[in-house]
């Protein structure tokens, strides 16, 4: 279509003036539309330094490798804000962020010490970007000249919202608690911990405990100030000696040793605090006087977690010497009492949870390790509430999951993946939220910096990783995705449909008027192959009730109205070391055929290939997601009127329309000029965010040329 056409004449143009070179468009002026000064003459601050200038910033334990936010805080676009380790915003307390701010996370001393931003339950993240004034968490190294490659991932944590909607954990089969892949995420009924954390702390659970979390006591917490001793060990590389600021115990530092915390003794400097905690090896304030012997006694002081909170306490190993009183000084390792991890009381779920608001939100080069063979997403949502806004989202480069959701009940709008690793958008543990408008794309394997080393999937859809067919089941409701995968063929131990939608493990939910192209599968629907075939997402598709299992929700898995572009339908298993893809039955095709689906070669318009350099961002072969002309959606499910969902006349994330496009002039595609067919505003030749006498003098020498 001519309108096309243009659009695409316009971004060749702009390419040519500005990807042709060394350098790619720049956004240093991020939020100048807002008041907000360049990024390059902002003056750089930790998110940590600010707290603690406001009275509301505490040290958790060493457990946590990081500190709280304890009341509300704001971040202005006047800085750029580094995360230096984990920062947790307190239930109650609320984080806002302005339009406009730039936040780096920085590259953590170790996997588990990773940083990251992780919003607790009860607490708030308000951090309402706009179109011309989105908010950006970024890389250290990133300085937004454009200079900074793609095929930079997993430099920092990421983003994790948890909240206290429904999720279906149950301890018999989820639990207890173990860190690492093994699907072990409870430590209660409804309580869980972020995957790959390494600990059961507190401040890393969402959910909500809906029975006694196992090995624990229901107690009061004391309130107050305490003292209790340790004794010190015997020297370590750097530590114990005068002049020294490192302190070894002899044994590893309990849970109530805390950063921030007094401490005292022989050759201790008056007024030394904790900076940092290592296993038994404590990084203090000040340098030691004098050496320190094994076995000489160390006083530490401080205020007691949780002070006068009920709750289940996962140790009691000390008895005090009153009820409700607080740990007596002592030597020799003695352990005080209530120690260990801390549990709210029992409750119920709140499905209308609000986390708060995300909206015009880049995430960029996250996902990075918190411990080996688990890694943190771009954006998790843990048991999130449909009180929460998670809209115009992006996620860049990621080396995990782009977007996972853990249970509950958040809705997404207009959300965006590129070149990111593992899944584009994965969901468990019971999610029943809706989805609408989401874009998602890897680069071509191979070439400089090989930007998408793997493909795995577009959507992963499970319902229990652990396969016990827990409820409520994943029942998310989907409307117009455009997943663009990089054709990868060969699978791997831990990916063995590469789909563009991949439902396993008893998935329920519906996807209606999307594209799926450049995957090895086009759709994926997990069964048994063998008998009994139970608890698989096919017997929750299926219309053959010879297939259907009694207890299973019946057809309760739609798969209506989607277009597949290059690949097929698929049947098959996740179980053993390589993917077992059935050939379709007749009554397998009918369905498929009945609702609608259909299996292209190609699509006049659509290009899913795309080829970059990923060291200097210069792109070779640009995508379309846009097909010349609407694809029919008659007969088809209509997004409902219910105050969420838009009127989507076409399938896939983006229409053929002149102006009905959605990303923002400031999403990274848009900015770098990689996708064709799609333009917010076609006259940003140079994708500064603005129109003016800059976008004249590229566009000026062509004045006159065919758009042909």
């Not at 939020?31 to 603690?52: E, V």
């Not at 457990?63 to 380790?85: F, H, M, P, R, V």
């Amino acid at each position: 279509m001519k309108t096309k056409k243009t659009i695409k004449s316009l971004l060749t143009l702009a390419s040519m003036t500005v990807l042709g070179t060394s350098a790619t468009v720049a956004q240093q002026n991020l939020g100048a539309a807002c008041g907000c000064p360049s990024t390059t003459s902002r003056t750089t601050q930790t998110i940590q330094s600010l707290a603690q200038a406001n009275g509301v910033w505490a040290n958790l334990s060493a457990a946590s490798y990081g500190g709280e936010i304890t009341g509300n805080l704001t971040l202005t676009c006047d800085k750029i804000w580094t995360i230096d380790q984990k920062i947790y915003v307190a239930s109650g307390a609320t984080l806002t962020i302005e339009p406009g701010t730039l936040i780096k996370g920085a590259v953590a001393p170790s996997l588990a010490a990773a940083t990251a931003l992780i919003i607790e339950r009860g607490g708030k993240i308000m951090a309402p970007g706009t179109e011309s004034c989105p908010i950006v968490f970024t890389a250290a190294a990133d300085n937004l000249s454009g200079s900074y490659g793609v095929a930079n991932k997993g430099q920092w944590g990421g983003v994790l919202l948890l909240g206290k909607a429904t999720n279906n954990l149950k301890i018999a089969t989820n639990g207890p608690f173990v860190p690492g892949q093994s699907g072990k995420l409870a430590v209660a009924d409804g309580l869980g911990v972020i995957e790959g954390f390494a600990s059961s702390y507190p401040q890393d659970q969402f959910g909500v405990a809906t029975s006694i979390p196992v090995g624990t006591v229901l107690s009061t917490s004391p309130s107050g100030s305490y003292t209790f001793g340790l004794t010190a060990g015997g020297a370590a590389s750097g530590s114990n000696a005068s002049g020294q600021n490192k302190l070894t115990l002899s044994a590893s530092a309990p849970a109530y040793v805390v950063q921030g915390q007094a401490v005292s003794g022989t050759g201790i400097a008056a007024g030394s605090t904790i900076l940092s905690i290592s296993g038994a090896t404590l990084t203090l304030s000040a340098n030691l006087t004098a050496a320190v012997t094994s076995g000489d006694a160390i006083t530490f002081g401080g205020d007691y977690p949780n002070p006068g909170a009920a709750g289940y306490f996962s140790s009691m190993t000390y008895v005090a010497p009153a009820s409700g009183a607080a740990p007596t000084s002592g030597t020799s390792g003695s352990v005080a009492s209530y120690v260990g991890a801390y549990y709210t009381s029992t409750g119920s779920f709140d499905d209308n949870d609000n986390s708060g608001v995300m909206t015009y939100v880049s995430i960029r080069h996250s996902g990075a390790n918190l411990l080996v063979g688990s890694e943190i997403n771009g954006l998790t949502l843990a048991s999130v509430g449909r009180g929460t806004k998670i809209e115009n989202i992006e996620i860049v480069s990621c080396a995990d999951d782009n977007i996972e959701i853990f249970g509950g009940t958040v809705n997404l709008k207009y959300c965006t993946t590129l070149f990111g690793n593992d899944d584009m958008f994965d969901y468990d543990l019971g999610w029943t939220g809706k989805a609408q408008f989401f874009y998602g794309m890897k680069a071509d394997q191979g070439g400089t910096g090989n930007v998408s080393v793997d493909n795995d999937n577009g959507i992963e859809a499970d319902s229990d990783d652990n396969g016990n067919n827990a409820t409520p089941r994943s029942h998310p409701i989907m409307y117009n995705f455009t997943l663009m995968g990089n054709s990868k063929a060969a699978v791997t131990a831990d990916n063995r449909s590469l789909s563009g939608a991949n439902f396993k493990d008893g998935a329920e939910g519906e996807l209606y008027n999307s594209i799926i192209a450049g995957f090895r599968n086009g759709i994926n629907i997990e069964k048994g192959i063998s008998a009994p075939r139970t608890f698989n997402a096919y017997q929750n598709w299926t219309t053959e009730v010879a297939q259907q299992d009694a207890d299973a929700n019946t057809e309760s898995l739609k798969i209506k109205c989607n277009t597949l572009i290059g690949n097929t339908f698929a049947m098959g298993t996740n179980a053993g070391s390589t993917a077992t893809v059935t050939g379709l039955k007749a009554i397998e095709k009918a369905q498929f055929t009945t609702d609608k689906n259909d299996s292209l070669t190609s699509l006049t318009g659509f290009i899913s290939a795309f080829a970059i350099n990923g060291n200097t961002n210069v792109a070779t072969t640009k995508n379309d997601p846009v097909p010349a002309t609407p694809l029919s959606i008659t007969g088809c499910p209509t997004p409902p009127s219910d105050g969420f969902f838009e009127p989507a006349p076409y399938r896939g994330a983006f229409s053929s329309t002149l102006g009905q496009n959605w990303l923002s002039d400031w999403s990274y595609s848009q900015v770098l000029g990689q996708t064709l067919g799609v333009k917010a505003c076609p006259t940003d030749l140079d994708k500064d965010g603005d129109t003016d006498v800059n976008d004249f003098t590229i566009f000026a020498p062509a004045f006159g040329l065919s758009c042909d």
